[in-house]
């Protein structure tokens, strides 16, 4: 995942928002709720995911924040999957986070950002609706990590007892797991970018007790060099790539069929060839100019460019296509975004070209 603060719109929702000590049990993770209240009915995707078809769709980035109530909930998740099936997807992956305390801490928790297991059943239920493919992801926020150590990410924890990080992390996994199961998930991502913790072996035990309780399909996300440098030993059925690869001698003047060259390049480290069983998890760019040399950096503040953000979806589509790969998701749809009224954002793809190219990228996906 990009080193990013997560958009202009999430950072004005974070700014009251704390994170709870990662020792303490969170209400948020209670069961989910039955609704009675009935939501308008979304628009119906024209050929639902079938297995075998690529997965075609968005990372629905959700924070929470203070007061967020059923009837908002509601609305956002109407017309975000509006939004989607307009634009001939055919999946949806919800990311979501929790929080440690720090870069070496042995618990993990829900947080104040993390949405209710309630209000995370109602997005699930409206993308079922509409015949989306869903997984659920949750992510490992790095507030906490960055302000103890700016160069700590997700990927380089260092948990002082690993067998308790590993058991609060089931436990906290698995009212999400029961979410999953009950709300027509397809996949659960068990892991997202945790880099410095994939050779551990207490990751058969977390997985045998998901495969308990969520009968789905259970997969892991890795980061983009970590991919290419070696075997994923998480052993799970499917890996997802977060895949920001850096294309250095590229300049903002490069065509779609040089970044895509590039790419092939990177996936070439790894395998030649067709790659059915991978998943782009995770693809974005800022809307920036240099964003090619390092595209994991999503601070903003650079000089504006739509063209670079718009070339560089169009190359993931091609490559994606040509490789065969399992499916492809656009980094990243806020939540609480309005698509009709897109904040003027670098980091969003939202109203720009980039947006039209992902549309064009879907509609023509031979399926």
Not at 168 to 191: C, I
Request: net charge positive; with cysteine; charged share 20%.
């Amino acid at each position: 995942m990009p080193v990013r603060l997560y958009g202009l719109v999430v950072l004005v929702l974070l700014l009251t928002a704390g994170c709870v000590s990662p020792g303490t049990p969170s209400a948020r993770q209670g069961s989910a709720a039955p609704t009675t209240s009935r939501a308008p009915a979304p628009l119906k995707v024209a050929r639902p995911w079938r297995p075998g078809d690529p997965q075609l769709g968005a990372q629905v980035l959700w924070y929470t924040y203070p007061g967020e109530t059923d009837a908002s909930v509601r609305t956002n998740a109407l017309r975000l999957v509006n939004y989607m099936v307009a634009r001939h997807m055919n999946a949806l992956s919800v990311t979501f986070p929790f929080a440690t305390a720090g870069p070496t801490a042995s618990r993990v928790a829900a947080s104040a950002d993390t949405p209710s297991v309630r209000h995370l059943a109602m997005l699930l239920d409206t993308a079922a609706a509409a015949g989306l493919r869903i997984t659920v992801r949750p992510l490992l926020d790095e507030k906490n990590l960055v302000a103890q150590n700016p160069l700590a990410w997700r990927g380089s924890l260092a948990p002082t007892d690993r067998a308790a990080w590993f058991r609060s992390y089931e436990a906290f996994l698995a009212p999400y797991l029961t979410l999953a199961a009950r709300h027509h998930a397809s996949t659960f991502v068990l892991g997202v970018e945790l880099t410095s913790l994939e050779d551990d072996p207490h990751w058969r035990a977390l997985i045998a007790a998901a495969r308990g309780a969520f009968p789905g399909e259970l997969s892991y996300d890795a980061n983009w060099d970590d991919y290419v440098s070696r075997r994923v030993p998480v052993p799970v059925e499917h890996l997802g790539v977060d895949a920001y690869f850096p294309l250095t001698a590229l300049g903002d003047d490069a065509t779609v069929a040089q970044i895509a060259e590039g790419w092939e390049r990177w996936l070439d480290r790894k395998s030649s060839g067709k790659l059915p069983r991978i998943v782009l998890s995770e693809v974005g760019i800022i809307a920036e100019k240099g964003a090619y040399r390092n595209p994991a950096v999503w601070k903003g503040g650079g000089q504006p460019d739509l063209t670079v953000q718009k070339r560089w979806f169009e190359a993931a589509c091609r490559v994606a296509r040509d490789r065969d790969m399992a499916g492809l998701y656009w980094w990243n749809l806020d939540f609480h975004a309005d698509p009709a009224a897109p904040a003027h954002s670098p980091t969003s793809f939202l109203g720009r070209p980039a947006e039209s190219a992902l549309t064009s990228c879907f509609r023509t996906w031979p399926r």
